[in-house]
């Protein structure tokens, strides 16, 4: 490891003025910490958040709001939160260990599980620009399908993001020039010829928090993830859903999908599809065929096109109360 200078903030004001190039903030560390044992993150400082006041959960009729040092575990058994199940289900996926150390922030900014990404022996776009992508001819099983580009083509690792991209979340972001909200749909940038431009996180912001508009389907929601090994497995293909019934109707709907993506993938297209229509298998399956519009496979991931449509269908009919 790379050595470094470390310090502890004690406000949040604090923390933004010891901001340089160079700079990480420590959270739950379950990220930066393994990436600098590995090479792939080498701050010049690091800088301990945690004493800095961004947490609370808050759930009422504005919607939900999550501090982003807020643990995953604890958001997961708040009774607020529970009342989204998508959102508490999306916190479920990792290990009791991780979950108990991993912050809301610390989730949505965690790095791509791309083993070349990780191996400082092998190129990578993402790591160092312009040395190339072997994933795309290479091991790419667990790779993504959309949102790919020909310098990049390694999955977004959060459940979480999947969810929150699902109900519209946004993020309340804290920089030097003050405090600005960004839909997480639009935080997420898609690689193109910039892999390593991740995010719209603007040097030395910190994330305050997540806000989730008060949707009606969020109570009526679901994530289901499909995965090698139900034990620290990261996605294969996921689907977020959440569904408002008017009658015997789909009155709104939201689908995002993850495991997939190079971003955490909403599919309108699908959501289309199926407003007005009622809870059946046969209308979940002919929406579901829209959800391939647009993929690139790869020689070793066209499994994840039929995977991911699946997933969209068995997520449905476990809210329509159907037997898959």
Known sequence: ???????AAASVREALARTRSGTAYLAGGTTLVD???LGVMTPDQVVDIN???LRGIRADRHGLRIGALERMSDVAADPGVQAYPMVAGALSGASPQLRNMATIGGNLLQRTRCGYFRDTATPCNKREPGTGCPAVEGENRGHAILGTS????????????VALVALDAALSLRGPAGTRTVRLADFYRLPGATPHLETDLRPGELIEAVHVPPLVLARHSTYLKLRDRRSY????????VGVHLVGEKIHDVRIAVGGVGTVPWRLPAV???LRHRPMRREVFEAAARRAA?????????RFKVTL???AIVRALMDLAGGDD
């Open 1 to 7: 490891m790379r050595p470094f200078t470390f310090a």
């Open 35 to 37: 990436l600098m044992k």
């Open 150 to 161: 020909d310098s990049c083509v390694a999955t977004h690792a959060s459940d979480l993001a």
């Open 51 to 53: 004493r800095l006041p």
């Open 233 to 240: 497995g990261f996605a294969l293909a996921s689907a977020a």
């Open 308 to 310: 991911m449509q699946r």
């Open 271 to 273: 959501e289309d599809e």
């Open 293 to 301: 519009e647009g993929v690139r496979p790869l020689a070793r991931n």
